[in-house]
């Protein structure tokens, strides 16, 4: 990882008898795309502002390149936030928009109309610096302040939800966008989102979050195949969580029993014993076989275009979803059918609960 731009050491925010951070410690690199993921109320717009200078530190330290600026103004701060509602100024020109933090801190004129230019051609906006904000579409606003908080160069960006008012196709060619400027910039930058495919398209690492603590830090794969405890792998993406019984574990390794009765072994993190646990397993690592590891009932089938999905469920009711890529298949299971499933070498996750 290289160098760290920002480090969180410890961090508490209360409010009053309520803690919404509990010591959280995350260290940021330079030039990474670091996402804050997690449900409503867990913490992560909190922590954010914390770094952006409008919450105070109740306990704990934010260094940017090693300097204490948790008691800094935030015009103090080398950072710029773009948030969830662009804020945009109605009255003025997109390109004074953009211009406008330039001029705050006494740029010439000449010199931030054309760095206020260079930012519209980065986002691809240079025929619409005359039009006002209330000209542009949702998605061309949301560029303008990406734009205007890219201008000052700051050390690092902060980003608030900012996808979440755009329709689908939009947000999905944002985040493109989103990524492709992080990268010719070189700004680091920190996006908070609870969308788990915003995350993990377009970030470097993730932090998952949940009730004000940091469950898991890692790369996008990291998060999804390797999930550290049962909050963090029902989360991310879709899993199955099976319950087992694991009978005995040595040499960082687990015998487990499977509902139905069949054995497996899987590798066993640190803190699990044997006793009741569950298996997280995602829907397209298991198939349809002739054998297999689990037995289930068909309940339906769902074409969802580019896969299918089977609903099932095991004898003790606990469902279970399978997805299969699509394809001419002329022998998928009816519902009711009794069908036996495979799980992929490697792919079954035991977790701690």
Same mark, same amino acid.
């Not at 928009?97 to 705050?104: E, I, R």
């Not at 087992?244 to 687990?254: C, H, K, N």
């Given at each position: 990882m290289n160098a760290p731009t920002v480090d969180i050491r410890n961090a508490v925010k209360r409010y009053g008898t309520v803690t919404a951070l509990h010591g959280v410690s995350l260290s940021i690199a330079d030039n990474e795309f670091f996402t804050l993921l997690g449900p409503s109320g867990c913490g992560k717009t909190t922590l954010l502002r914390m770094i952006a200078g409008f919450?105070?530190?109740t306990e704990g330290e934010i260094l940017l390149f090693g300097k204490d600026i948790a008691r800094l103004e935030p015009n103090h701060r080398p950072v710029n936030t773009v948030f969830q509602h662009y804020a945009l100024f109605p009255h003025m020109s997109v390109i004074d928009?953009?211009?406008?933090?330039?001029?705050?801190k006494g740029m010439a004129l000449a010199e931030r109309r054309a760095r206020a230019g260079k930012m519209l051609e980065m986002v691809h906006l240079s025929a619409f610096a005359d039009r006002l904000p209330a000209q542009l579409s949702g998605g061309q606003q949301q560029r303008v302040a990406l734009a205007r908080a890219l201008a000052p160069d700051p050390k690092v960006l902060l980003l608030d939800e900012p996808l979440s008012a755009l329709?689908?196709?939009l947000r999905q060619a944002m985040r493109v966008e989103l990524k492709q400027l992080q990268e010719e910039t070189g700004i680091t930058f920190?996006?908070?989102?609870? =969308?788990?495919? $915003? /995350?993990?398209?377009?970030?470097?690492?993730?932090?998952?979050?949940?009730?004000?603590h940091v469950q898991q *830090?890692?790369?996008?794969? =990291?998060?999804? $195949? /390797?999930p550290v405890n049962r909050f963090v792998a029902d989360f991310i993406g879709e899993t199955n969580l099976v319950p *087992?019984?694991?009978?005995?574990?040595?040499?960082?390794?687990?015998t487990v029993l499977l509902p139905g009765g069949h054995r497996m072994s899987c590798a066993a993190d640190a803190g699990i014993g044997p006793g009741a646990h569950h298996l997280s397993v995602r829907p397209e690592r298991m198939n349809l076989g002739t054998t297999g590891d689990l037995e289930a009932?068909?309940?339906?089938?769902v074409y969802l275009g580019t896969d299918l999905q089977l609903h099932t469920h095991l004898d003790g009711g606990q469902p279970l979803h399978v997805r299969l890529?699509?394809?001419a298949r002329a022998d998928l299971p009816a519902p009711g059918a009794r069908v036996a499933l495979q799980i992929e070498e490697g792919a079954a996750r035991l977790l701690v609960d």
């Open positions: 919450e105070d530190v928009n953009v211009a406008f933090g330039l001029k705050m329709d689908l196709k920190i996006f908070v989102t609870h =969308d788990q495919e $915003e /995350a993990l398209t377009m970030s470097d690492r993730i932090a998952v979050m949940s009730a004000g *830090v890692g790369s996008p794969r =990291d998060i999804y $195949e /390797a *087992v019984t694991v009978e005995a574990v040595a040499d960082g390794r687990a009932v068909v309940e339906r089938v890529q699509n394809s």
